[in-house]
């Protein structure tokens, strides 16, 4: 492992997270490969067994992007090569918006809260911006769950809607 000021720390983290996180190095780098425009209409979801599952809007936007195929698998070999993603599959999902959108400005329970989970020996500015991120996305699970949103069973993330699984993992074998 590299020192903690470099990049580096994330794969050490992901390390530990287990077995095959390497594979998945295509889902974290997705929008360098293919661009900001593109990453918006086709959102990956996982790879397994070098194929890339991509979550895409309508029939039209497979059938494109199953034309660009060769290049983004190029792309990624070069990008992205512990992925080892020699295929795509797409999996066409209706992405409705939500009926009010959701924003709850991080107070100091949730920066306090941000504080104790992020790791002190982070390089200041990363430390940071991560700190931010997470006492926002602390402050929008609390004002869903307060919302009457509920906890995914399987990923735990706050979720409003149906069911008892969130929209992706409802997606996911």
Not at 78 to 97: D, T, W, Y
Not at 107 to 114: F, L
Not at 124 to 134: E, G, S, V
Not at 138 to 160: D, T
Request: hydrophobic share 40%; glycine share 8%.
């Amino acid at each position: 492992m590299k020192g903690m000021n470099s990049p580096f720390w994330l794969e050490a983290l992901a390390k530990s997270w287990g077995k095959g996180w390497e594979e998945q190095e295509a889902v974290w780098r997705w929008r360098e490969v293919v661009g900001g425009g593109l990453s918006k209409l086709a959102r990956p979801l996982y790879v397994e067994r070098g194929v890339l599952h991509l979550a895409v809007p309508s029939p039209v936007v497979a059938n494109e992007l199953r034309l660009w195929e060769k290049e983004i698998i190029s792309r990624l070999a070069n990008m992205a090569p512990k992925s080892g993603v020699k295929e795509l599959r797409f999996r066409i999902v209706s992405e409705a918006k939500p009926a009010q959108e959701i924003k709850a400005e991080p107070g100091a329970k949730e920066v306090r809260r941000a504080e104790a989970l992020i790791p002190e020996n982070l390089p200041n500015p990363l430390r940071t911006k991560i700190l931010r991120l997470l006492a926002q996305v602390l402050s929008q699970e609390e004002s869903i769950l307060a919302r009457g949103g509920r906890r995914c069973r399987r990923c735990g993330v706050a979720f409003l809607g149906d069911g008892e699984e969130c929209p992706l993992c409802r997606l996911l074998p």
